[in-house]
């Protein structure tokens, strides 16, 4: 019996020092030295216009990296005139932001998650990451150590689909070679688990607990979670 799960990334095995408001910041620091601006000053703008927020409809035209980058220039150029930062600034920062957020000295994981892998590993669990994420994922996931665990790494914006959209979770299941038990782990409730339900797929709800979901408080703890699921199977 072929056993599988698939894990979400960002927050669920690593996460980013600075998410896209602090990188903004940072950026804007070199382009403009001495701004007042803060993350919360770019929250209404980025609120809405990455792909993830309109999840219903596929982008298969951006599984260019440089495509689907280009596509968020004008959203963090907006969010950040917005907040009152003048157009050219906006313009150069924009510009620059793609370096500054993969960079992966910013990135660092869980302290459970190799452990909760390698477990899985060892009992022959096949694994698979399936994330709303940038083009780079598999690079952070080379550069922090865990490529090795997983025979599957899936970003949406190669695949042109976000979670919880059903084909993200088809991608992956065909990817897997259609396994006869799969799991979903992940942080967001409605993302990870229930999109994952809707598809016929079980889930636990990880780092955020939610009513009316399996969760368990750390990686460790859902890895036996599902493992005592898996022996009544």
């Not at 007042?36 to 951006?62: I, V």
């Not at 459970?112 to 899985?120: F, G, K, P, S």
């Not at 636990?204 to 399996?214: E, K, S, W």
């Amino acid at each position: 019996m072929t056993k599988a799960v698939i894990w979400d990334f960002d927050e669920t095995l690593a996460r980013r020092s600075g998410r896209w408001s602090d990188t903004l910041v940072d950026v804007l620091d070199v382009e403009s030295p001495g701004h007042s601006l803060t993350a919360s000053s770019f929250m209404p703008g980025l609120s809405h216009g990455f792909p993830w927020h309109d999840w219903e409809r596929g982008h298969p035209e951006l599984s260019d990296p440089d495509q689907w980058w280009d596509s968020l220039r004008p959203v963090l150029r907006a969010a950040m005139e917005g907040a009152g930062m003048s157009k050219p600034v906006a313009e150069r920062a924009s510009t620059r932001f793609r370096s500054e957020y993969v960079r992966l000295d910013r990135w660092s994981v869980f302290p459970d998650t190799e452990a909760a892998l390698d477990r899985l590993r060892r009992e022959g669990w096949r694994q698979a990451i399936l994330s709303n994420h940038c083009p780079e994922l598999p690079d952070f996931v080379r550069g922090l150590g865990l490529w090795d665990y997983f025979d599957v790494v899936l970003t949406s914006a190669a695949i042109g689909f976000e979670k919880p959209h059903p084909e993200a979770f088809a991608c992956v299941l065909r990817d897997l070679g259609g396994p006869q038990v799969v799991w979903m782990v992940g942080d967001s409730a409605e993302v990870d688990i229930a999109g994952a339900l809707r598809c016929g797929i079980p889930g636990v709800l990880v780092r955020r607990p939610a009513p009316g979901f399996n969760y368990a408080p750390d990686l460790i703890a859902a890895v036996e979670m599902i493992e005592r699921a898996s022996t009544r199977v």
